[in-house]
């Protein structure tokens, strides 16, 4: 089955320490996108990647790092310097599109994380 | 600039209908509907492209009024399946770009 694959579902780390947060996409879709969702704010952007080798900062890339070294990995490194990383993370990803139309993103099931 | 979604949230008995704007201070070029359950992924319902189109899925469609930089979802007939939280994601420029969202409506659907 194709789709978005993330890991861990929960993860705790201690105040300080760098984490990392998979995401695995088989669809072979060329964009992918990291969210972050907090109570009551919706969904905001923190990187984004168009092709391999490339990513943009999103609006609070601040404290986040991300690499896109092959098509269907775009792993997101939350830092120490992230002041207050407990939330919910989301992958997406979406083809790209030769026309320059907008095209639909899917989510993966998300890593809630939680900073002690 | 992030759309606005209105109401907040809303509550509707089983069969009842609900409407859903989102609206937005800039042109929009799309504007992309998703629901999501607690905890879990956003799943996606529905794609409008400037034109002023209306599309549907099941018993849920949408309108676009670009000269009014707005769209609307419209839930006919709820069931208790349609209980989740309602986001509008709007396109950043007329091409594949990551999107914009708004902040959510909750809907409760209640037997």
């Known amino acids: 089955d194709g789709g978005i694959t993330q890991s861990p579902k929960y993860l705790f780390r201690k105040e300080g320490q760098n984490v990392t947060l998979s995401c695995e996409q088989n669809?072979?879709?060329?964009?992918m996108y990291w969210y972050r969702q907090d109570p009551g704010q919706g969904l905001r952007l923190i990187y984004y990647?168009?092709?391999?080798?490339?990513?943009q900062k999103g609006d609070i890339a601040e404290g986040y790092s991300v690499s896109r070294e092959k098509k269907e990995s775009f792993p997101l490194t939350v830092t120490s310097a992230q002041k207050n990383p407990t939330a919910f993370y989301l992958c997406?990803?979406?083809?790209?599109?030769?026309?320059?139309?907008?095209?639909?993103?899917?989510f993966g099931p998300g890593t809630r994380l939680t900073v002690l | 600039q992030q759309p606005v979604q209105s109401p907040q949230a809303v509550i509707l008995r089983e069969g009842e209908d609900a409407v859903i704007n989102c609206s937005s201070s800039?042109?929009?070029?799309?504007v992309h509907w998703y629901r999501q359950k607690h905890g879990e992924a956003p799943v996606f319902l529905m794609i409008?492209?400037?034109?002023?189109e209306q599309k549907g899925h099941e018993k849920i469609s949408a309108s676009f009024n670009e000269k009014k930089q707005q769209s609307s979802l419209y839930l006919t007939a709820s069931q208790l399946s349609y209980s989740g939280t309602y986001f509008c994601g709007t396109g950043r420029g007329s091409g594949n770009t990551p999107l914009v969202f708004g902040k959510g409506t909750r809907l409760s659907v209640i037997a």
């Open positions: 800039k042109a929009l070029y799309s």
């Open positions: 409008l492209l400037k034109g002023g």
């Open positions: 669809l072979n879709h060329d964009a």
């Open positions: 990647s168009q092709i391999v080798n490339d990513f």
């Open positions: 997406a990803s979406s083809t790209s599109s030769l026309a320059g139309l907008p095209n639909t993103q899917y």
